[in-house]
């Protein structure tokens, strides 16, 4: 089942006001993810960020922020980079600009991107990550259980999904993620298997010796490793 998107929702998801947010901002040191006065998931957390971490709460809670910034960001730049702000700079691409304006290696540009575009489209998700009710670590698990077939699937079942993992550790996100993607590609339509590579190329030389290449995946090397024992035998 879908789930509702109640004023909750998305209170809880604008943390950072979309409308004002420019492309200088996602660079900006001091950008700012709750305004002062307003909820926060963790009353240390604040501490943790203006403050030295100097016990292992405050490291916990400054781990939390980063998970709930990061989420935050990624999905500002998932928003611009579908705007075309970038381009004004003259880039050509969103990665592009965040490699020359925020110092990212492409890798890391990509990564932020492709984060926020999985946060914005699954609000829920989104929601959680930069509310702090779920981690950096609990959306990866979500994200890789979710696949191109399954991704229209993951539209209905996302807010169930977060509400079952948001109390749970890794380990058993991970087996709830898992169950998840075995029940959707049950009942979605799959592409078909790759069909493993294959090949043999040989010739004989004059003396009778046989030379030659082949290519083969795994299953088909390891039983022409076996026959080739068994006729050493």
């Not at 950008?31 to 971490?53: F, K, N, Q, T």
């Not at 709930?68 to 998932?78: G, P, Q, S, T």
């Not at 702000?85 to 020359?100: E, K, N, R, T, Y």
């Not at 509310?131 to 229209?152: E, L």
């Amino acid at each position: 089942k879908g789930f509702n998107r109640t004023p909750a929702h998305r209170s809880s998801r604008w943390v950072i006001d979309h409308r004002s947010l420019s492309l200088q901002a996602i660079c900006n040191k001091g950008i700012g993810l709750v305004p002062r006065g307003e909820h926060m998931y963790d009353s240390g957390m604040e501490s943790a960020a203006l403050g030295e971490i100097v016990s292992v709460d405050d490291l916990i809670d400054a781990v939390a922020l980063i998970d709930r910034l990061r989420a935050a960001v990624a999905m500002a730049a998932a928003r611009l980079a579908e705007a075309g702000s970038w381009a004004a700079d003259g880039h050509v691409s969103m990665i592009s600009w965040l490699q020359h304006r925020c110092r990212m290696s492409h890798a890391d540009a990509a990564r932020l991107l492709h984060d926020g575009r999985f946060l914005e489209r699954y609000e829920a998700v989104g929601a959680a990550a930069v509310s702090g009710r779920v981690s950096a670590s609990h959306v990866g698990a979500m994200r890789n259980a979710v696949t191109t077939p399954t991704a229209n699937l993951f539209d209905e079942h996302h807010g169930a999904v977060v509400d079952a993992i948001a109390e749970l550790d890794l380990i058993d996100t991970a087996l709830v993620c898992r169950q998840w993607r075995q029940q959707a590609e049950a009942v979605v339509d799959m592409p078909e298997p790759k069909v493993p590579e294959r090949s043999w190329k040989s010739s004989t030389l004059d003396d009778g010796t046989i030379v030659g290449r082949f290519v083969f995946d795994p299953a088909t090397a390891e039983q022409l490793e076996h026959a080739i024992a068994t006729a050493h035998m």
